[in-house]
């Protein structure tokens, strides 16, 4: 591979963040979810393997800790808990790139790391006209450089379905399978709502355009982005984040969705049929996730860990985003669960456990307390109506987590978590306990605990809740707390990470 010669812009960026990097506190950042190296962090991109290890890519605004000009920043981990800091791989800094490197994704083709990308072209032409548009481009490198391809851009608007938009066309999705290589883009259909459209190339430059795969049909929002396409089990999965979608009972919320489209998908004739859909995340803050496959065929998804409508870590850090824990997902009884990688469970230590626990009332149990921990509590009685777990807690503070076992729903809560904006603070979904043979009902949580956020896992995977907050670290208590009787068992480890 030839040197790569990085632009002034880029090599600016490098430098701010180098400097900015050193001078942020570790103490500051979470201690195992990735976070901004300096300045914003928005959607996953380029989540890939390159020549072993896994890298990951998000959209960047190094310089404040707030959207702009998108960048790509850049990070590596050999375990998806651990990661790497990399110079920033991308500035908006060609023609048809000029109003940013929106996102996309990688993939590993002779020997090079390529990256796929929406390159924003956003100018004023001599006539006065508005020239917008967005088109996928592409850039090979080596995990480190990365030289923009001199045919760019490699798929433009001539080249989707009559009526489609040009300017809504993002976030292309790339992967190869045995007779070339596919990628799925988000666009917005003639009728004004989203879908996603399907190509193939044999060399990653040519591409043909061959379906729409599936459309929100006036249903589940306005544009798609995002898009990821996959088999998992004998099922193929569509997954979609909407945007501008309406709240439907406690399965979709108000605003921008991640959702999983179930069905069934014909090969030669490119065509998706849809079976079900479901939210991929119930909590305050999930995102634009994207997933890839590891040598030993698992399928991992990272989201961004934000809502682009709650936007508040910026009031208090000096760095702005974090992404989820990387998820292991997989399917049973036609049912997508997702579970923390199992690569996290090498860094507990200190365990703590409680069997059998009866609560009758406000209850603190040695040993059980922190903010950088993983927590899993099963409720195996279910005499009460309300049951609570209080976290990051103390005389001030708190975060809330609670049972309704007459309503079979679980409430996340972050009201009191010293928040000073007027954002949503709560959410619901519908938990229904399992039935153990003979044993009678319980219900899982797991809750990572990392700093600044929690990701609750319900029956084992079965359903996610994810949220941010802020919250002085000297609120370190857990308190549980039940208007009845319950009977819980309990373990704590800490994260050394």
């Known amino acids: 591979m030839e040197k790569i010669i990085n632009s002034a812009q880029l090599e600016q960026v490098r430098t701010i963040e180098q400097k900015a990097i050193s001078e942020i506190s570790m103490e500051s950042r979470p201690a195992y979810h990735l976070s901004s190296p300096v300045g914003w962090m928005n959607d996953p991109n380029g989540f890939s393997v390159y020549r072993g290890e896994y890298h990951l890519f998000f959209q960047y605004h190094p310089f404040s800790n707030v959207w702009g000009p998108m960048h790509w920043g850049h990070c590596k981990s050999n375990d998806f808990v651990k990661w790497e800091y990399l110079p920033a791989a991308m500035a908006p800094d060609e023609s048809y790139d000029a109003g940013g490197c929106y996102s996309g994704s990688a993939i590993e083709a002779a020997g090079e790391h390529v990256l796929f990308y929406t390159g924003i072209i956003d100018r004023y032409l001599e006539d006065g006209a508005h020239d917008y548009r967005q088109v996928q481009c592409i850039a090979k490198g080596n995990g480190i450089d990365y030289c923009k391809y001199a045919g760019n851009p490699v798929i433009t608007g001539e080249n989707v379905p009559e009526g489609s938009s040009k300017e809504d066309f993002r976030d292309p999705k790339v992967w190869k399978e045995e007779d070339g290589y596919y990628l799925v883009v988000g666009s917005r259909a003639e009728d004004g709502y989203g879908q996603v459209l399907l190509y193939r190339s044999d060399d990653l430059k040519k591409w043909e355009f061959l379906s729409v795969l599936d459309q929100s049909r006036g249903e589940y929002g306005k544009m798609w982005e995002c898009p990821d396409f996959f088999s998992l089990g004998n099922a193929y999965i569509l997954l979609v984040s909407p945007q501008n979608m309406r709240a439907k009972g406690y399965e979709f919320h108000n605003g921008n969705n991640a959702i999983f489209l179930y069905g069934s998908y014909d090969r030669p004739t490119h065509k998706f049929e849809r079976e079900k859909i479901t939210s991929a995340d119930y909590g305050l803050d999930f995102y634009a996730p994207q997933t890839l496959q590891t040598s030993d065929g698992r399928r991992i998804m990272v989201g961004w860990m934000q809502s682009w409508d709650a936007k508040f870590m910026n009031d208090f850090l000096d760095w702005s985003g974090m992404m989820t824990i990387p998820r292991e997902l997989s399917i049973k009884n036609g049912q997508i669960y997702q579970n923390p990688v199992g690569e996290l469970e090498k860094y507990r230590k200190s365990k703590v456990e409680y069997i059998g626990k009866e609560i009758t009332e406000t209850t603190v149990l040695d040993g059980v307390s922190g903010r950088i921990i ?124």
Do not use: W
């Open 374 to 497: 993983d927590l899993q509590v099963e409720i195996t009685e279910f005499h009460f109506h309300h049951f609570s777990i209080q976290f990051a807690y103390n005389d001030e503070y708190e975060m809330l987590l609670q049972y309704n076992y007459i309503r079979k729903c679980l409430t996340i809560d972050r009201t009191q978590s010293g928040l000073i904006r007027d954002v949503v603070c709560r959410r619901k979904m519908t938990a229904q306990p399992l039935v153990s043979g003979g044993l009678g009902e319980v219900l899982k949580l797991r809750l990572l605990l990392d700093r600044y956020s929690v990701e609750v896992f319900v029956n084992e995977g079965e359903k996610v809740m994810s949220s941010v907050f802020y919250t002085p670290m000297e609120a370190d208590g857990i308190v549980f707390d039940t208007d009845g009787t319950a009977c819980i068992n309990v373990i704590k480890y800490d994260l050394c990470v």
